[in-house]
């Protein structure tokens, strides 16, 4: 079975603009959680969707959001990019409540 | 809110030393606990849980035991190798929580020298 995949692997951006992180889900999950992981700290929640409906949203602003596609593979968008969005984006994926998560191998996000 | 404190790395320790790296939480409910172990350059590999009270979780020798009365979760291994340098992550999951959402501590840096 193939695992949770993320795209891209790295990229470079400059603030104020906008970006699009892409996450496949692991075969059979049926929900997506999105995670940042600044340098040197612990991932920080940001998001989880659960049958394309959000169901749960960690403390980060609007400009963060968020969509599930009907096979289950999820995005993130960051609009008005700010220096501090610089980070690694984790994805992870479950089966469902109380199932455990795989994480895929993130996005590197570099905001200039 | 739900916390996760780890004690500051790096640790470094030669091969086959003891390991131990501290882990306390603060929960409203009652939490299942987790590590994590985050190679270079890769995402996070689920190393051990604990869904309650003194239950211990062992995988690749590691091993923790939920201790609910100290609301502690301990990573131990008896004898590190060099492959176990890496970034190690207490977590836990609240069921008071919307959306299944992990709680992370800020990582223990791990570097085993042969």
């Known amino acids: 079975e193939t695992g949770v995949t993320q795209s891209p692997t790295h990229l470079i951006k400059t603030r104020g603009q906008q970006v699009t992180l892409r996450c496949s889900s692991q075969?059979?999950?049926?929900?997506v959680s999105w995670y940042q992981q600044a340098l040197g700290q612990g991932p920080q929640f940001i998001f989880q969707?659960?049958?394309?409906?959000?169901?749960g949203r960690g403390n980060f602003p609007p400009r963060f959001s968020g969509l599930q596609f009907p096979n289950y593979s999820s995005e993130l968008n960051v609009n008005a990019l700010e220096l501090d969005d610089s980070a690694l984006y984790l994805c992870?994926?479950?089966?469902?409540?109380?199932?455990?998560?795989?994480f895929g191998s993130g996005t590197r996000l570099t905001v200039v | 809110g739900d916390s996760v404190t780890q004690m500051e790395g790096p640790v470094t320790l030669s091969e086959e030393a003891f390991l131990t790296i501290n882990c306390t939480y603060t929960?409203?409910?009652?939490?299942?606990l987790f590590w994590y172990v985050q190679y270079p350059g890769e995402g996070l590999q689920l190393l051990l849980k604990?869904?309650?009270?003194?239950d211990k979780g062992s995988n690749k020798g590691f091993e923790a035991t939920y201790r609910k009365e100290t609301t502690s979760f301990h990573l131990e291994k008896g004898s590190v190798q060099v492959s176990d340098s890496a970034v190690y992550f207490c977590?836990?999951?609240?069921?008071?929580?919307?959306?299944?959402?992990?709680?992370f501590g800020g990582g223990t840096r791990l570097m085993v020298k042969p």
């Open positions: 992870a994926s479950s089966g469902g409540q109380g199932r455990l998560y795989t």
């Open positions: 075969s059979g999950h049926n929900t």
């Open positions: 969707y659960y049958r394309e409906e959000e169901n």
């Open positions: 929960a409203t409910g009652y939490p299942s």
């Open positions: 604990a869904t309650k009270a003194d």
């Open positions: 977590a836990l999951v609240d069921p008071n929580n919307a959306g299944n959402m992990l709680t």
